[in-house]
């Protein structure tokens, strides 16, 4: 299992420590007001509204505090009170943007964390004690405007990481280095020209630049091929914007919006909406199993839009296949698009570990999971699955029904939901736009709903990781780059260019009068495969000096015909065989 797979007991010892940071923080400076805290992938973090601004110096002595004040071990108690007591407390603690917090909460019952005279929004369970927090390391600290009760504020975010043991956090800090300087998909994104953020424009997604749109849609282009050459699939689409009483069971689901005086809102899922195109088209049961294929936007509320870039955006692309079927094909449908799933995700090299996921609540719908699991697990049982299968996941919000879901690791050994196979065991009300619990008809099929690569962004930003900014040959949006030196036979390099567009290669021509240096340096930094270099020897000899990014300061001189056949296996895309 990665390192950084967080159990659910550290989980809630990172929670209280941002909660810690925040008691730190507010003894140290008592001008600055506390806006919040939570988790993130691999820590937690709190947010302040400082009078001054916090440097590396201040940080460091925030931090000297806080492990003092775990070593005190000082005992902490857990409160739960009405949402209106609590908003009160905090107005009268002079902190107004937990009062805010806490006024705004859908819970009748706000759990507060009590540590001396300091109050802070925390969920059950917490620590007992400081002392349980274990090893503690501050991380990083940034600054940006948000927009509060209509008001921009300066809020600085302070995040930190937390382990049961001192010699698990510095190997936590040695691969956190290492991700930061070499790894990091947000970094590459504009290093690569893929991708870029503009805050000022939007929060929720970033701007994709041509070279990442190609990647987004190669990668469509080729899974829409496998799919095609192994079963039947009809490709549809359904509506992103519905109406909010459709999406209300969803507590995932973004702020509604009004149109046409009816409450209009962004899907955070498409099953109601493809159950519904399903009824319209009045399929008979001959005629399954029915495959419906779309990439469909889906929009889910995040704690902190882009603080993980890609890996957990707002706004994400998802192959959803929706299948109906009869309850006999199940099984079948659900084995075979398992098999595939591995033999999909073994081509790009990750890391991945199987998990069951489902509710937490014990309800008739938590008791119907419980069988439909049963199930999911006999039939993986007798299947030798290319990854490991963990431990079973629970969730709050869980309204589509049980999943087998693999979970994919980034460069700092993080694991994120990738491909999923989700059954739903639930009764759905398209009319009221609710997943109730209760048994189907017989006469309306079985839904299986498989996600084959998961969330586009997601799986680009972890093919960038994976290869440090190189992706597979194939799926390179530039693969070749010809570097004309000074005044060049441009003939040459456009008979050049043509040849190799002739061959499939998706190429680029740099006619720039700059030096050669700085032209090898720039196409170095956005990775790209092969170089070209092309001056007066190259035309006299008709030939090409190629230069590798796997080969990195190295070049040979070779005729482009040659070099076209040494790359011919290289450029081909990969196939999915036997399943």
């Known amino acids: 299992m990665p390192f950084l797979h967080s159990s659910s007991d550290l989980k809630i010892k990172r929670r209280s420590a941002a909660e810690l940071l925040g008691f730190t923080v507010a003894k140290l400076f008592p001008q600055a007001y506390l806006v919040g805290g939570g988790l993130i992938s691999y820590g937690f973090y709190y947010d302040f509204i400082f009078e001054q601004v916090v440097d590396e110096g201040m940080l460091s002595l925030i931090e000297v505090n806080l492990r003092t004040l775990i070593k005190d071990a000082c005992p902490v108690q857990a409160l739960s009170i009405m949402r209106e007591n609590a908003q009160s407390l905090f107005e009268h603690h002079h902190q107004p943007f937990l009062a805010e917090l806490a006024g705004d909460s859908e819970q009748n019952i706000i759990e507060l964390m009590q540590l001396d005279q300091f109050y802070g929004v925390c969920p059950a369970p917490m620590i007992g004690s400081t002392d349980e927090i274990g090893s503690v390391k501050l991380l990083d600290v940034s600054t940006r405007q948000q927009e509060i009760e209509g008001e921009s504020f300066a809020v600085t975010r302070i995040c930190g990481t937390s382990f049961f043991y001192a010699k698990e956090l510095k190997q936590f800090l040695k691969l956190y280095e290492v991700y930061f300087k070499r790894k990091d998909h947000r970094k590459f994104g504009v290093d690569l020209n893929l991708f870029s953020y503009s805050q000022s424009l939007s929060e929720i997604e970033c701007l994709w630049h041509p070279k990442g749109t190609l990647v987004t849609d190669l990668l469509q282009e080729w899974l829409e091929n496998e799919l095609s050459k192994r079963e039947r699939v009809e490709k549809v689409g359904t509506p992103l914007v519905v109406r909010h009483e459709r999406m209300k069971a969803f507590p995932c689901a973004l702020e509604p919006f009004e149109y046409k005086l009816d ?272 001056g007066d020897q190259e035309v006299k000899r008709k030939i090409v000096t190629v230069r590798s990014i796997q080969r990195p300061g190295k070049s040979e001189s070779v005729k482009l015909e040659e070099f076209l056949d040494q790359i011919h296996q290289e450029c081909r895309r990969p196939t999915v065989v036997g399943c």
Not at 287 to 310: C, D, M, N
Not at 376 to 389: C, E, F, I, N, T
Not at 431 to 444: I, Q
Request: aromatic letters at 8%.
């Open 263 to 534: 409450l209009y809102g962004v899907s955070p899922s498409r099953l109601l909406q493809s159950i519904r195109l399903f009824e319209a088209l009045k399929v008979s049961l001959e005629e399954l199993p029915v495959r419906h294929f779309e990439w469909a936007p889906i929009y889910q509320r995040k704690e902190s839009a882009l603080t993980e870039g890609l890996l957990d955006s707002v706004c994400q692309l998802v192959d959803q296949t929706t299948v109906f079927c009869l309850r006999e094909q199940l099984s079948q449908e659900f084995i075979s698009s398992l098999q595939f799933i591995e033999q999909i995700i073994r081509i790009f090299g990750f890391e991945a570990h199987w998990y069951f996921v489902a509710s937490r609540q014990k309800t008739l719908k938590f008791r119907q999971e419980r069988q439909t699991l049963n199930w999911m697990r006999q039939a993986v049982q007798g299947q030798s699955l290319l990854y490991p299968l963990q431990e079973e996941l629970l969730e709050d919000d869980n309204l589509e029904g049980p999943r087998l879901e693999l979970k994919l690791a980034d460069g700092m050994g993080r694991e994120w939901a990738g491909p999923a196979l989700t059954i739903v065991t639930h009764g759905i009300d398209t009319d009221k736009g609710s997943v109730k619990a209760g048994e189907s008809p017989k006469t309306l099929p079985a839904i299986l709903v498989r996600q084959i690569l998961g969330p586009l962004e997601r799986m680009i930003a972890l093919l960038v990781e994976q290869g440090e900014g190189i992706f597979p040959f194939w799926l390179a949006p530039e693969q070749v780059r010809i570097l004309a030196i000074g005044e060049v036979s441009h003939s040459y390099v456009r008979e050049i260019e043509a040849r190799c567009k002739e061959q499939g290669l998706r190429v680029k021509v740099d006619l720039r009068t700059t030096k050669l240096g700085e032209k090898i340096h720039t196409a170095e930094k956005e990775k790209i495969p092969y170089l070209f270099i092309v």
